[in-house]
């Protein structure tokens, strides 16, 4: 037994030149297409007028949560500017936001399609718990043989990465919904696709909300690690601060990133509170119709 290796990581190298050599089309269709929506977010963040940028998250802050947040985001976007880190906070901004649409457009289906199957939740499950496992350092070394340096590979790591949250959040939403409400649903003849739309889905988005904050969360982080990949942004400032030890800049860049993630946290919370008070409205309405039904039904038997 001293001898013996089970050569798991040569299989896995096998594999991915094996993706390499017969998916390059494949390949380098995704790679125009992603690179392509992020160059394209970047090019309109970086080439619109800084009043504008700043004004419109200034904005967005005051009507999903408060004139304090709208305040607090002035502040913080006028440092990340005072600091010279402008341009590089928009890449990574650019990056997380195509990263996060991509990945909650996969997250939300997978996590329906689980929530509505035992057996796909079954097959789910220990797919994510291994992606949720694996550091996040190994995400880069495939994505890098696929798609070579640059924006493209810490995009994909950024995407596998941060997808699970959103894949088990969304389940847990769906399955958490009540079960009396969905059979009331299909007592008055709706359909498993009505039901999913008009039911299972609003009573749950408080829930899916906060799968996509930790969705937005983790790529973010990744957004980071990618700059080693060669992806621009506050993480390649970040990579070139630490290999030249420059203190000012690493801090500088990090606080860039502070900001960032701060602002995206408290938008997508307040959304998520937004829509977690409309399902409680919508359940209090329902059960109000319930009582007005049962009462008339009572009033005509006596």
Known sequence: MDGFRLPVGLWAETGVRWMRDNLDGLLGAVSTAMGWLVRSLTDVLVGSPIVVVVLVAVLLAWLLRSWRFAIATGIGFALVLAMGVWVSALQTLALVIVATVIAVAIAVPLGILAARSDRASAIVRPILDLMQAMPAFVYLIPAIVFFSIGVVPGLVATIIFSLPPGVRLTELGIRGVDAE???????????????????????????????????????????????????????????????????????????????????????TGALGAARQHRSSLLGLLARRRETAASARGLAQAA
């Open 181 to 267: 409400t969905v059979e009331a649903g299909y007592a008055f003849g709706a359909r498993p696709g009505q039901i999913l739309r008009g039911v299972q889905l609003p009573l749950a988005m408080p829930t899916i909300m906060a799968g996509v904050n930790q969705v937005i969360m983790l790529a973010l982080s990744m957004a980071v690690i990618a700059g080693i990949a060669g992806a621009p942004g506050l993480g390649q400032d970040i990579v070139q601060a630490m290999s030249t030890v420059d203190i000012a800049t690493g801090v500088e860049a990090g606080i860039g990133v502070v900001v960032i993630a701060v602002f995206l946290d408290r938008l």
